[in-house]
């Protein structure tokens, strides 16, 4: 349950591509230097990074020197940051510690400054990113030339993280329906709901009003200003692209070559976000199910791809009945894990052959593979615990805008929007928006178009069938920055960067090494 709007790029759901959120401890060994920046010239030391611009309460903060050690994994360095809790009291003297984590670049050729980068979530944690794929995967050339850098933002990870249910607790809260038939079923999500916010404001009330998104962005210009950049390089994938868009909007005279790959609109409203994004899993599976169809064996049937659906359909009402086994006996197979597992899977089309088998292994009656595959998009543990991303997701998300809806009824009312947009997974995805219904804390942010004036070129990159943040969410933001060029990448999965389009990567790496955008509108 609860799968509305994590985003974050494909590899943060499966080891299949190589994208893990790996664990890290905190660490690395010699100080920042200098950098030949992207904006031009060598950039400023941070004490002395734009000094003018920066309040008098702030200039500690972005003067800090951070004392990098070793991380425990070869190649990289990590440290930690000093952000002000509440950015309207700097003074306060409440800190939120900020985990750092860099590979230096490796040359050759001309250093250009670091390239920070983010992997979406809310909630995914950039260091687990960086060490996994994005310090060792980038393209050589990128590597070369940029120290690769990226943070666990404030509430995620390793950084002052939100706390809310505990390991079992977790456990049960994904096993609730969320689906509900009658009154009694709804009250009992309602209920969930209503646990998982209490159990936030019990063990997070100190730091849940303070994880926006705005605040992080304000977090990555101290931190631009303390790695000594005098401008921000910056790729984000997924939610990434709103804390980068977020950012630009803040400080467009900092920014230097932004790069937002699968992005979201930062216009539209939290129910408008939710319903756009179940419609985009389901074009997610209409491709899945002609490429099922088109097997030797598909679980599925061999029909259209609107009878796949219904197959699929009819095989979760059979577990919102009657789960099956998958050999954790306190977590059967039910509706809530099937279909998490199955979202799981739509992220990337390289994961379609493994949903195949876990849908056939469930249909026999052995829910082991669709498990393993909610498992992964929860980030637990084969010890039963779990990283703190769906509760940052949940305390990011509802901070950020005010709730897609206040209670039972307004769902009811949207459903028949939301299951026209997805026959498979509509209903599930309208009650799952209800979560911020109950959140302890109101929202601070709303939904609003950025547009960055005077910002240099910001390469945005939409993918036509991504199930996460659908294509027309590019098109939007692209068109509202100022300076936006769009790139569009023709395929299926969940972001285009890195992922087999030697158009994509050749156009991105040229614009990260020499600074020059692709043409505005180019396809791949």
């Given amino acids: 349950m609860d799968t509305s709007r994590v985003l974050r790029t494909t590899g943060t759901v499966f080891a299949a591509a190589g994208l893990l959120l790996s664990g890290c401890s905190s660490g690395g060994s010699t100080g920042p230097t200098a950098s030949a920046s992207p904006g031009g010239g060598s950039s400023a030391p941070a004490s002395a990074a734009r000094p003018t611009a920066v309040p008098a309460a702030l200039r500690p903060y972005y003067q800090q020197k ?16 000093k952000a002000p809790l509440d950015y309207a009291d ?79 607790a977790m456990d049960r809260y994904t096993q609730v329906d969320q689906t509900p038939d009658d009154a009694a079923e709804q009250a009992l999500l309602v209920a969930a709901f209503k646990e998982f916010a209490g159990a936030c404001k019990a063990r ?10 705005v605040e992080a962005a304000k977090d990555m210009d101290m931190l631009r200003a303390v790695l000594g950049d005098e401008k ?30 699968g992005a979201m609109d930062p216009s539209r409203p939290a129910l408008e976000l939710n319903r756009d994004q179940t419609a985009g899993f389901e074009t997610a599976f209409t491709s899945f199910a002609e490429d099922c169809a088109k097997q030797p064996e598909c679980p599925l049937g061999k029909g259209s791809p609107q009878q796949v659906a219904a197959q699929l359909k009819e095989f979760f009402r059979k577990l919102d009945a009657q789960p099956v086994p998958s050999g954790d006996p ?56 779990y990283a703190n991303l769906m509760s940052a997701n949940a305390a990011v998300n509802c901070l950020d805008q005010p709730p897609a809806f206040d209670g039972p009824a307004a769902v009811e009312k949207a459903l028949p929007s939301f299951e026209k947009a997805s026959p498979v997974f509509g209903a599930g995805l309208a009650w799952a928006s209800l979560n911020c219904g109950y959140w302890p804390v109101k929202a601070t942010g709303t939904a609003k178009a950025l547009a960055a004036p005077g910002a240099p070129p910001i390469v945005v990159v939409g993918t036509v069938r991504d199930p996460a943040t659908p294509y027309k969410w590019a098109q939007a933001l692209a068109g509202q920055l100022d300076s936006g060029v769009l790139l569009t990448y023709d395929g299926d999965g969940h972001t285009a960067y890195g992922r087999g389009s030697d158009c994509i990567d050749t156009a991105i790496n040229r614009y990260l090494l020499e600074g020059k955008p692709p043409k505005d509108g180019q396809k791949c």
């Fill in 66 to 81: 951070l004392s990098w050690r070793d991380c425990g994994v070869p190649g990289f360095q990590c440290a930690t940051m």
């Fill in 204 to 213: 997070s009330s100190r730091v849940l009003p303070h994880v926006s998104t």
């Fill in 90 to 168: 700097p003074g306060s003297g409440q800190d939120v510690d900020i985990a750092v984590a860099r590979r230096p670049a490796t040359g050759p050729g001309r250093r250009l400054g670091s390239l920070v980068v983010n992997p979406g979530g809310p909630g995914g944690s950039g260091i687990g990113y960086l060490q996994a794929y994005a310090g060792i995967g980038y393209p050589a050339p990128v590597r070369a030339q940029y120290d690769m850098v990226s943070f666990d933002p404030r509430g995620v990870a390793r950084s002052s993280p939100v706390e809310c249910l505990t390991g079992p």
């Fill in 232 to 261: 921000l390089s910056y790729v984000g994938a997924s939610y990434g692209t709103l804390l980068g868009a977020t950012y630009a909007d803040l400080f467009p005279g900092r920014v230097g070559r932004l790069v937002l790959d």
């Fill in 330 to 385: 306190d977590r059967p197979l039910g509706e809530a894990l099937a279909t998490t597992g199955v979202i799981a899977a739509l992220y990337d089309e390289s994961a379609w052959p493994q949903l195949r088998e876990a849908l056939t292994a469930a249909m026999d009656g052995d829910g082991a593979g669709l498990l393993g595959l909610a498992d992964s998009y929860y980030e637990r543990d084969q010890q039963g615990k």
